[in-house]
Nanobody, 124 residues
C-alpha cells in the first residue's frame, strides 16, 4: 500500500534536539516534493519545512528557520527533520506529507498523502 510513516518523536527538554524520520512506501518517492507540518492543541495545522523532489530546494517557516533542517535520502525513501534548540512552543504532533506537482509548499491542500503523525513534547 501507499503510505508515509513518521518516527522519532518523544519528550525532550528545552534546548535539546530530536530527529524525525518519515519513511515512504508504495510510491515513486523521488517524484514527490515532501513537507513537514505540525499541529498543537487548540491550534491550526501549520507548515514547518518542505523539500523539492530532487532535494535541491528547501523551505522553512520563519519560526523554525535556523533551528530545523529538512533533508531526504532517496536510497532509503526517507525524509528527515532535524530539530535543534527546541522550545516549548515547538510541542505538537508532527506529520509528513507528499506533495502534488503544483501548489505552494506552505499550503496543506498542495499535498496528496499524509502520515499518521508523531508527538513531539518539549518541556521547560
Amino acid at each position: 500500500q501507499v503510505q508515509l510513516v513518521e518516527s522519532g518523536g518523544g519528550l525532550v527538554q528545552a534546548g535539546g534536539s530530536l530527529r524525525l524520520s518519515c519513511a515512504a512506501s508504495g510510491l515513486p518517492f523521488e517524484n514527490y516534493g515532501m513537507g513537514w507540518f505540525r499541529q498543537a492543541p487548540g491550534k491550526e495545522r501549520e507548515f514547518v519545512a518542505g523539500i523539492s523532489s530532487g532535494g535541491g530546494y528547501t523551505y522553512y517557516a520563519d519560526s523554525v528557520k535556523g533551528r530545523f533542517t529538512i533533508s531526504r535520502d532517496h536510497a532509503k525513501n526517507t525524509v528527515y527533520l532535524q530539530m535543534n534548540s527546541l522550545r516549548p512552543e515547538d510541542t505538537a504532533v508532527y506529520s509528513c506529507a507528499a506533495k502534488y506537482p503544483s501548489g505552494g509548499y506552505y499550503d496543506p491542500t498542495s499535498y496528496k498523502l499524509w502520515g499518521q503523525g508523531t508527538q513531539v513534547t518539549v518541556s521547560s
